[in-house]
Every structure is written in C-alpha cells, then in structure tokens.
C-alpha cells in the first residue's frame, strides 16, 4: 500500500490556498494567478487599512476603540502570517521535496498507521477550525439583520469610503465586509492548518524541523492575550440574548482552542524527542563496530536538547505556556474590569 503523504497531510490547506490564489502558482496562465492573488491581499490589507483609520477616529472613545481593536489583531495577525507564507515559499517547496523523498516513506504497515491516525487527528482539527470561523463570520454578518432593530450598519465597526444609509452603497459595502471576513476565515485556517501540519508530520519525519513555523506562531502568542482580554470584557457588556454575544463567544472559543493547538503540537513533539534518545540507546549498538558506537555517542549528546518549538525563538510552544497565557489574561481582565467599575 502506497500513501500518499502530501495528498494526507495537506489536502485541505492545498485546496484552501489554491483557491484563493495563495499556493504555489500553476504552470499556466501565471500572470492571472499573480492578478488574482493580488486582488486576494488587497482586500485583506484594505480591510486592516480601515480598521486602522477607524481606530485611530475613536482613540478618544475606550469603548469604541476596545471593539474595534480584537478585530484590528486578528486581521493584523492574518496579513502576517499570510504575508511570511507568501515571501517563504521556498520552505514550503522544500517540504513538498522531502515529503515526495524515499527516506521518508512508510516502509510497513506499522508506519503507514502511524502517518494515518495524525493525518485524521489534524484533519478532524482543521474541520473543527473551519467550522467554528465560518459559524463565526455569519454570525457576525447577520448582526445588523437582527440587532441594530431596523436601523442599517454594516457588521463591523471600520471606516467605510461608502455610508449605509444610501443604497447602492449599503449593498455594495455589505457585500465588502461580509467577503473580506469570509477569505480572512478561510486564509486563516489554511494557513495555521499549515502550520499546524508542520508540527504535528514532525513528529514522525524529524526533517520538517527546519521548517521556519515560528513567525506564524508568534503571532498568536503576541496578540493572544491581547485578544483574550478584549473579548472577555466585550462579553460581559453585551446582551446575552442578542447575536453579537454569541458571536463573541464563539470567537472567543475559536481563539483559545488555536492558541492550544499550537501549544499541543508543540509540547508532544518536544516529549516524542526526549523519548528519542532512550529508544536510540535500545538498538543493538554492542553488536556494531567503533565507528557506529561513536556516532551513536554522539548523536546521544545532541539528543540530551529537546526539539522545542518557539514563537519568535523566544516564547516555547508547550502546554505551560497556555497555561500561564490563560492566567496572564484572566488577571489583565480583572484589573480591566475592576477599573470600569469604578
């Protein structure tokens, strides 16, 4: 049985970013492709552009400026991440390569379920991502159908060239932010699934470790807490029956359970090379000569540093850090929340 591991590992994200132009370019017709992804990054980076021009009009109002700013680090951190996947292509060519590679192929039946039972671990992961953004984004696009009782806005609160109270301009403005958020959703879930993929693969190939993930985890590191404590504070001002609140609940789901994946990935592959060493001394090494003894000795000393993941070669990737990014957010919301009610 032949697998398959670049069709079983990244099928989803492939065709996520294919679609969207954001993968590697065809053979063909590759000025329409570089057109079409141009188009794609222009609208993301609109979107960021106005949310910055809207922030800064509200610097004055604290309310105002917390509201818009969760949505500020989520499209900040899409654009990144998107941009470094964009400008590391090579990387992303390099894996394709040793992926196709024989060394790395199963070899029996026991390594073909081992890529097997990760491969729909992470593709059960991505499904669960993708259905969680998509559910968030309508729910943030039937905000003005069901909370603002009539009166029209638009979704979100950025500045718009274009005002809602005339028409064609609402439409056309709707339609802006509703599909600008819908490619975010999915640009995001492609490119953290990616991510994601790395890790986990590295598990069983030690060869992907060279794939440069940490600029596309800091970023979650870096606005994680920020994000946390904004949502938190929104939730406990809205109305609970009102759809913004499931809205933000739902975000605010979405965002601890990628912080923790990164986490996850990242502290079991860190166990899976401290148990390395111990499974490399069990080998036969007594029956073998000088020479293989003495690599073996060293390739042991190295092991004695665990692989472990880092967002920006800083910050380690483990489940300690989830928990301490938890703990960190619950205390700036309190002190938040203790100085509003005062």
Same mark, same amino acid.
């Given at each position: 049985?032949?697998?398959?591991?670049?069709? $079983?590992?990244?099928?989803?994200?492939?065709?996520?970013?294919?679609?969207?132009?954001?993968?590697?370019?065809?053979?063909?017709?590759?000025? $329409? =492709?570089?057109?079409?992804?141009?188009?794609?990054? @222009?609208?993301?980076?609109?979107?960021?552009?106005?949310?910055?021009?809207?922030? !800064?009009?509200?610097?004055?109002?604290?309310?105002?400026?917390?509201?818009?700013?969760?949505?500020?680090?989520? &499209?900040?951190?899409?654009?990144?991440?998107?941009?470094?996947? %964009?400008?590391?292509?090579?990387?992303?060519?390099?894996?394709?390569?040793?992926?196709?590679?024989?060394?790395?192929?199963?070899?029996?039946?026991?390594?073909?379920?081992?890529?097997?039972?990760?491969?729909?671990?992470?593709?059960?992961?991505?499904?669960?991502?993708?259905?969680?953004? %998509?559910?968030?984004?309508?729910?943030?696009?039937?905000?003005?159908?069901?909370?603002?009782?009539?009166?029209?806005?638009?979704?979100?609160?950025?500045?718009?060239?274009?005002?809602?109270?005339?028409?064609?301009?609402? &439409? !056309?403005?709707?339609?802006?932010?509703?599909? *600008? +958020?819908? +490619?975010?959703?999915?640009?995001? +879930?492609?490119?953290?699934?990616? /991510?994601?993929?790395?890790?986990?693969?590295? +598990?069983?190939?030690?060869? !992907?470790?060279?794939?440069?993930?940490?600029? @596309?985890?800091?970023?979650?590191?870096?606005? /994680?807490?920020?994000?946390?404590?904004?949502?938190?504070?929104? @939730?406990?001002?809205?109305?609970?029956?009102?759809?913004?609140?499931?809205?933000?609940?739902?975000?605010?789901?979405?965002?601890?359970? #990628? %912080? !923790?994946?990164?986490?996850?990935?990242? =502290?079991?592959?860190?166990?899976?090379?401290?148990?390395?060493?111990?499974?490399?001394?069990?080998?036969?090494?007594?029956? #073998? /000569?000088?020479?293989?003894?003495?690599? %073996?000795?060293?390739?042991?000393?190295?092991?004695?540093?665990?692989?472990?993941?880092?967002?920006? =070669?800083?910050?380690?990737?483990?489940? &300690?850090?989830?928990?301490?990014?938890?703990?960190?957010?619950?205390?700036?919301? *309190?002190?938040?929340? &203790?100085?509003?009610?005062?």
């Amino acid at each position: 049985m032949t697998i398959d591991i670049e069709v $079983l590992y990244l099928k989803l994200p492939k065709n996520i970013m294919t679609f969207f132009g954001v993968w590697l370019p065809p053979k063909r017709h590759i000025i $329409l =492709h570089n057109i079409y992804m141009l188009l794609v990054m @222009v609208s993301q980076y609109s979107f960021l552009l106005f949310e910055f021009i809207y922030l !800064f009009d509200v610097l004055d109002d604290l309310e105002a400026a917390s509201e818009a700013s969760y949505l500020l680090f989520t &499209q900040a951190s899409l654009c990144y991440k998107t941009t470094v996947f %964009l400008v590391n292509k090579r990387h992303l060519i390099e894996l394709l390569e040793l992926m196709r590679c024989e060394m790395f192929a199963p070899e029996t039946e026991v390594h073909e379920k081992f890529l097997s039972v990760l491969a729909v671990r992470i593709r059960r992961l991505c499904l669960f991502f993708m259905t969680s953004a %998509l559910t968030t984004c309508t729910l943030w696009a039937m905000i003005p159908l069901f909370d603002n009782q009539g009166r029209r806005s638009f979704p979100f609160r950025i500045w718009m060239p274009v005002t809602p109270e005339r028409s064609p301009q609402y &439409q !056309f403005g709707y339609l802006y932010q509703v599909a *600008a +958020i819908y +490619i975010s959703a999915f640009l995001f +879930i492609a490119v953290d699934s990616l /991510g994601y993929l790395y890790q986990v693969a590295a +598990i069983y190939i030690s060869a !992907f470790l060279f794939i440069a993930v940490d600029s @596309v985890a800091v970023c979650m590191i870096m606005f /994680g807490c920020a994000e946390l404590d904004i949502i938190m504070d929104k @939730v406990t001002k809205v109305s609970p029956d009102s759809v913004q609140f499931f809205s933000m609940c739902n975000y605010m789901v979405t965002m601890l359970s #990628q %912080l !923790f994946l990164y986490c996850w990935c990242g =502290h079991e592959l860190t166990i899976r090379s401290e148990k390395l060493r111990e499974v490399v001394y069990q080998c036969p090494w007594y029956q #073998q /000569g000088t020479k293989f003894n003495r690599l %073996l000795w060293i390739t042991m000393e190295r092991m004695k540093k665990p692989i472990i993941f880092k967002a920006g =070669h800083y910050i380690p990737l483990s489940r &300690q850090t989830f928990i301490a990014i938890l703990r960190s957010s619950y205390s700036y919301f *309190a002190v938040l929340n &203790q100085a509003n009610s005062k």
